[in-house]
């Protein structure tokens, strides 16, 4: 048994499977996921759990490299907050090239968040010098 970390088996099974260049994508509790796509679905309720605390989870087991988010992600509260837990600040795209993004994904992760725009992709790294 996992001392601490994520304990979701689901997902902490495709975690493992990642590698460098993979993207991940948390999304919220709307965005459109094709068909094709592996989701671990934690979406319980509408705001339950939260998009930041997802992330903020699922930052504390892989390595980012780079980040995406759409443009309307600053008129969102809490914009800052994804750029302050990232080595650099996500690159903002208009939100129909972020969607698009999402079919090249390994692995989406659907939270209960119900604020629009609430995405990121995330382009997985190593823990070592490349």
Known sequence: MK?????????SGHLARLGHTDLVVVADAG??????LPVVDLALVYGE???????????AEIVVEHAWVSEPVDDWPAAGWIDER?????ERLP?????????RAQL???????????NVVLRCGVPFAV
């Open 31 to 36: 965005l459109p996921v094709p068909a094709h």
């Open 95 to 103: 939100h129909d090239e972020l969607k698009a993004m999402v079919g």
């Open 49 to 59: 759990p939260r998009f930041t605390t997802v992330l903020d989870a699922l930052l």
């Open 86 to 90: 990232l080595d650099s600040p996500a």
């Open 3 to 11: 001392r601490h970390g994520i304990i979701n088996a689901p997902l």
């Open 108 to 118: 989406v992760i659907r939270t209960g968040e119900d604020t629009a725009y609430s």
